[in-house]
């Protein structure tokens, strides 16, 4: 992923908005400018006489104010200029007879400038002083002037015309502007201006700060439009970031990142208690998955907490259980690109160096027997040992194919130092399947038979028909192909026809517990028949008990893969036999 500027529209218009009274300010500085010159210069035409020298000073304040809202436009000095500026117009227009000359047109321009400057701001006490210049000479010297009465009825109604129409803008471009920074329905910043915000608290913080990041996935949010229509979804992502900014108590941004994706800044001693707590209370009303990121420690940066966080969430949906889950980001800063970093780290494991092969034995309990083993890479690497982290980091930095490709070259490395009478069975997702670098690895080996390559059902989705061409022709070399995690609810059953795998991977959740759901158990009988009936089989992972174990026995299932028999280990693990045999004692 490349690096994403963080503007955002509303940011834009700010910008737009600051570049057209800089404008009107340089235009005022300039007519003060014109105005020096001409009195200098041409005094006579002009029309100032014996008065030029207060002229002089009153375009010299003039252009001293329009010099501050160019280079110094804090509140508290343009409140300032707002009050002193039509002091220029008092030392300009002067106490002598009422005249209309260039300077006083070039005035008058450049008081409307400084309007637009302004924004359509005026001090009272600028106001006052306004009009006392325009009225001095009138009072001073009694008798109508037309050509300078007119020139005091221009003032006024430029005056209120300009201050009318820039407020008016104003208002437009700041509700334009809160409307591209915050989401319509909720109030949360956009994920642009979010990423703004977290920026700014990002390059202040120090790495034992105790703000954190919480990225937060609604999970299953589309059943909820689904079943209660989207009027019900709306009122639980209002209720949800609601709830949000009652967390962020010490005004911490809120972003609106997505869908049903939000990001918010929390500041916690212990973040993941906070994050578990929100699930908690939420849990009835909408699941919750939370990533967690450290600012100061996981970045320093927008870009790098967001990444941060992104992966923690990607592992807490991909846990057991996948819904309700909170997970810290758990590997080294994203914002370091040395030595040190996420990224040097993963680049070591991509080229081998921290990256093993173990291997978890697939038991056949009808024969006590180990059928197969899958090869699982571990990695030893930065802060953490977990595969789901690093291939979620793989993810967001876009070098997945090349951590899997990894994995793949050391666990074929093995292929050939299996037990006899075993396969060895290896994971490759369906876009990797038909990259030429796969296609290399494996023609090292010119006889495939005893391999077997899992797909993940999830991996088949998209291109079913192109993976059926590269399935056919490893096929006819000996491999056989497994559909891995079937039950996990990606595909279902249309890419499982079309694959016709030699075996039906059953995902463990929907082993667990299988001896007190008879729902499930129905379901495990029905891909059992399934599998019988096209000449594959079925593999159940993630049996851990006795009760699982014997209730899939009882079903017929025949491939057990699970703590309860083996865990990974280096070499070739054996299995719990006694546990694999147990029908006999049974029976």
Not at 212 to 223: G, P
Not at 315 to 340: I, M, N, Q, W
Not at 395 to 409: F, H, K, N, S, V
């Amino acid at each position: 992923m490349g690096t994403i500027v963080a503007r955002s529209d509303g940011i834009q218009l700010s910008a737009g908005v600051r570049r057209a009274r800089r404008t009107a300010a340089c235009a005022r500085a300039a007519m003060a400018i014109a105005a020096i010159v001409a009195i200098i210069t041409e005094p006579a035409e002009a029309g100032v006489g014996s008065s030029g020298h207060w002229a002089l000073a009153g375009f010299a304040v003039m252009f001293a104010t329009a010099a501050v809202q160019l280079l110094i436009p804090g509140r508290g000095l343009l409140a300032v200029e707002e009050s002193l500026a039509p002091v220029s117009a008092l030392l300009i227009i002067g106490a002598g007879p009422a005249r209309v000359t260039i300077v006083s047109l070039l005035w008058l321009a450049a008081v409307a400038c400084g309007v637009l400057a302004r924004g359509g701001r005026q001090h009272w006490f600028g106001r006052a002083l306004l009009l006392l210049s325009l009225a001095l000479p009138l009072i001073i010297h009694p008798g109508l002037h037309q050509p300078f009465a007119d020139l005091c009825l221009a003032a006024i109604a430029l005056l209120l015309t300009c201050g009318r129409v820039t407020r008016e803008l104003r208002t437009i471009a700041e509700h334009a502007r809160w409307e591209a920074d915050h989401d319509g329905l909720t109030g949360a910043f956009s994920r642009p201006a979010f990423r703004a915000a977290l920026d700014a608290i990002a390059t202040t913080e120090h790495e034992g700060s105790d703000a954190a990041l919480f990225m937060i996935d609604l999970d299953h949010f589309r059943s909820i439009n689904k079943a209660r229509g989207h009027a019900a979804g709306d009122a639980v992502l209002v209720l949800v970031a609601d709830r949000l900014r009652a967390v962020a108590t010490d005004g911490g941004p809120l972003g609106r990142l997505g869908g049903d994706e939000f990001a918010v800044v929390v500041r916690a001693p212990d973040p993941e208690v906070t994050a578990r707590a929100l699930v908690d209370e939420l849990r009835q009303t909408v699941p919750l998955s939370i990533g967690v990121a450290r600012v100061g420690r996981d970045g320093h940066d927008a870009e790098s907490l967001l990444r941060a966080g992104d992966i923690a969430l990607r592992v807490a949906k991909r846990g057991a259980g996948g819904t309700g889950r909170v997970e810290s980001y758990a590997g080294e800063s994203l914002s370091d690109d040395g030595p040190g970093g996420a990224r040097r780290s993963l680049e070591r494991l991509i080229t081998g160096d921290g990256l093993t092969i173990v291997a978890q034995p697939i038991v056949d309990i009808s024969r006590g027997e180990v059928h197969a083993y899958e090869a699982l890479a571990r990695f030893e690497a930065g802060t953490t040992s977990s595969p789901l982290h690093w291939f979620a980091l793989a993810d967001e930095l876009d070098a997945r194919d090349q951590l899997e490709l990894a994995c793949l070259r050391a666990a074929l490395d093995r292929f050939c130092e299996r037990p006899p009478g075993t396969s060895l069975s290896v994971n490759i997702s369906g876009s990797l399947l038909a990259d030429p670098r796969t296609h290399a690895l494996l023609a090292k080996h010119e006889d495939l038979h005893g391999l077997i390559i899992e797909l993940t059902e999830n991996s088949v989705v998209d291109d079913t028909s192109g993976l059926t061409v590269h399935i056919g022709e490893l096929s006819a070399r000996g491999a056989q192909i497994a559909l891995d995690d079937m039950g996990a609810g990606y595909s279902g059953l249309t890419q499982m026809m079309t694959v016709r795998p030699d075996y039906l991977k059953l995902d463990r959740g929907l082993i667990s517990g299988i001896d007190a759901d008879p729902d499930r158990a129905a379901l495990v009988a029905a891909m059992l028949s399934y599998a019988g009936h096209t000449g594959g089989r079925l593999v159940a992972e993630g049996v851990e008990t006795e009760a699982e174990l014997e209730t899939l026995r009882g079903l017929g299932v025949t491939l057990i893969q699970g703590f309860y028999l083996g865990r990974p280990g280096p070499g070739w693990p054996v299995p719990d036999r006694a546990a694999a045999r147990r029908e006999t004692a049974v029976g």
